[in-house]
């Protein structure tokens, strides 16, 4: 079989040696069809595939580049790390600087610990939660993603029953199903561990209401249980100092990565004074956890992102493009469905129940030059301007009438 593209060359050539032919969420069975699963490089809001294409990025590497791809200061700052020595017998002074950092960025946060990978995050503050409390039940809603380990992991491939022995599950946003969960678990609730929002892939976004937000705090207040509030990926997004200030619900803990470093390996847990001492009793290490030149990279990108104002600099683009999508959508006669907060957005179309529209639509939008994604949460970053939008908008309206000529 001759290869037309380097895409496919390199498809080919990972069938042979990497098992599915690339693993977890990037795996080329989950892109849809026709989209690259090779990238050169990226620049800004814009990224390039390995056959020369580039498009305006909506994805942000699923949410690590928060300041634009290549961001020239945090790179910077990194590099000079980098040239001093990165991984090192002990941590640098950066570690405290950027705990300190995150300690007057985020009020719940009395301290923070380090780690790479949001499952990281997330599977020590499972661990904290349990040795604060003595307790063993963990209180999570179906279909949320906290990560790709056995406790968690979406696929029950390779999963024992035994590694779910203690998650019990309710509906997010229905407090009567919490509340029962909660029972559920009884004297042995360790805590509720809760995303930012509702973002389950292949479903409409779903913000919680302020009374769901608040019962996920009495109840575990009411059981002396810790509230885990999963900002892995909402994180520095929403709000810097954590996704629920909008609500005034601080969790006793929360799990941090993806935005925090614009790209760069970093996760962090966060928590107040009543975990401190189970926090320095847990055993949670990991070879690459000190490393230098990522903290200092984090040091930069939430300086910028302070002094952007982030959140709601992406919440102007994000509503600046929800608008003009839905005026180009409703132009060529489609009804979609915008859900999510503007600067994580998802774009449906009515009745399109196996999204086979939304592909076909994300299909023609990489055509015309922007990189979506029609199941998942898409993500923007400070360096996509009114200009890169307007031009997206463009792109979009190309492709709603190439759609419309189709159906
Ligand atoms: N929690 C949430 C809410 C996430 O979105 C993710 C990653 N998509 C994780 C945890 C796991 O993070 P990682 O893939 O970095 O382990």
């Given at each position: 079989?001759?290869?037309?593209?380097?895409?496919?060359?390199?498809?080919?050539?990972?069938?042979?040696?990497?098992?599915?032919?690339?693993?977890?969420?990037?795996?080329?069975?989950?892109?849809?069809?026709?989209?690259?699963?090779?990238?050169?490089?990226?620049?800004?809001?814009?990224?390039?595939?390995?056959?020369?294409?580039?498009?305006?990025?909506?994805?942000?590497?699923?949410?690590?580049?928060?300041?634009?791809?290549?961001?020239?200061?945090?790179?910077?700052?990194?590099?000079?790390?980098?040239?001093?020595?990165?991984?090192?017998?002990?941590?640098?002074?950066?570690?405290?600087?950027?705990?300190?950092?995150?300690?007057?960025?985020?009020?719940?946060?009395?301290?923070?610990?380090?780690?790479?990978?949001?499952?990281?995050?997330?599977?020590?503050?499972?661990?904290?939660?349990?040795?604060?409390?003595?307790?063993?039940?963990?209180?999570?809603?179906?279909?949320?993603?906290?990560?790709?380990?056995?406790?968690?992991s979406p696929s029950?491939?390779?999963?024992?029953?035994?590694?779910?022995?203690?998650?019990?599950?309710?509906?997010?946003?229905?407090?009567?199903?919490?509340?029962?969960?909660?029972?559920?678990?009884?004297?042995?609730?360790?805590?509720?561990?809760?995303?930012?929002?509702?973002?389950?892939?292949?479903?409409?976004?779903?913000?919680?209401?302020?009374?769901?937000?608040?019962?996920?705090r009495d109840l575990?207040?009411?059981?002396?249980?810790?509230?885990?509030?999963?900002?892995?990926?909402?994180?520095?997004?929403?709000?810097?100092?954590?996704?629920?200030?909008?609500?005034?619900?601080?969790?006793?803990?929360?799990?941090?990565?993806?935005?925090?470093?614009?790209?760069?390996?970093?996760?962090?847990?966060?928590?107040?004074?009543?975990?401190?001492d189970a926090a320095?009793?847990?055993?949670?290490?990991?070879?690459?956890?000190?490393?230098?030149?990522?903290?200092?990279?984090?040091?930069?990108?939430?300086?910028?992102?302070?002094?952007?104002?982030?959140?709601?600099?992406?919440?102007?683009?994000?509503?600046?493009?929800?608008?003009?999508?839905?005026?180009?959508?409703?132009?060529?006669?489609?009804?979609?469905?915008?859900?999510?907060?503007?600067?994580?957005?998802?774009?449906?179309?009515?009745?399109?129940?196996?999204?086979?529209?939304?592909?076909?639509?994300?299909?023609?939008?990489?055509?015309?030059?922007?990189?979506?994604?029609?199941?998942?949460?898409?993500?923007?970053?400070?360096?996509?301007?009114?200009?890169?939008?307007?031009?997206?908008?463009?792109?979009?309206?190309?492709?709603?009438?190439?759609?419309?000529?189709?159906?």
């Open positions: 079989l001759a290869a037309r593209t380097s895409d496919e060359a390199l498809r080919l050539r990972a069938s042979a040696v990497i098992p599915g032919g690339m693993w977890g969420h990037q795996r080329a069975a989950a892109v849809p069809h026709r989209y690259p699963q090779f990238f050169v490089g990226g620049k800004g809001c814009r990224v390039s595939d390995v056959d020369g294409n580039s498009y305006i990025d909506f994805m942000c590497s699923w949410g690590p580049i928060v300041l634009g791809h290549q961001n020239e200061a945090v790179n910077r700052a990194a590099y000079g790390q980098i040239e001093q020595g990165d991984c090192l017998n002990g941590p640098t002074r950066h570690a405290v600087e950027l705990a300190e950092l995150l300690v007057e960025t985020i009020p719940h946060a009395a301290w923070a610990l380090f780690q790479k990978n949001g499952t990281d995050a997330t599977t020590a503050c499972v661990t904290i939660a349990r040795a604060a409390t003595g307790r063993r039940k963990i209180v999570v809603a179906k279909g949320a993603y906290h990560g790709a380990v056995p406790w968690c029950l491939v390779g999963v024992t029953q035994e590694d779910r022995a203690h998650i019990i599950e309710f509906a997010f946003n229905n407090i009567t199903s919490l509340r029962e969960a909660v029972d559920r678990a009884g004297s042995d609730l360790a805590g509720i561990l809760v995303s930012s929002f509702r973002h389950d892939i292949s479903r409409t976004l779903e913000m919680p209401t302020p009374e769901f937000a608040q019962a996920c575990c207040d009411a059981a002396d249980a810790m509230l885990i509030l999963d900002d892995v990926r909402a994180g520095f997004r929403l709000h810097l100092g954590g996704s629920w200030e909008v609500y005034g619900v601080q969790p006793d803990l929360s799990a941090w990565s993806k935005a925090i470093a614009n790209g760069w390996p970093l996760a962090a847990v966060t928590g107040g004074e009543s975990v401190r320095s009793r847990v055993f949670v290490t990991g070879s690459f956890w000190y490393a230098g030149a990522p903290m200092v990279a984090a040091i930069e990108t939430i300086r910028q992102l302070h002094a952007l104002d982030a959140p709601e600099y992406l919440r102007r683009m994000g509503q600046r493009l929800r608008d003009g999508l839905a005026e180009r959508a409703s132009r060529h006669g489609f009804e979609i469905i915008q859900s999510g907060p503007p600067q994580m957005p998802l774009v449906q179309f009515a009745g399109d129940d196996d999204f086979a529209i939304g592909e076909a639509f994300c299909r023609e939008a990489l055509r015309q030059g922007i990189y979506l994604h029609p199941r998942h949460n898409m993500f923007l970053s400070t360096a996509h301007g009114q200009a890169d939008i307007d031009e997206a908008l463009d792109a979009a309206d190309k492709a709603f009438a190439a759609l419309a000529r189709r159906t």
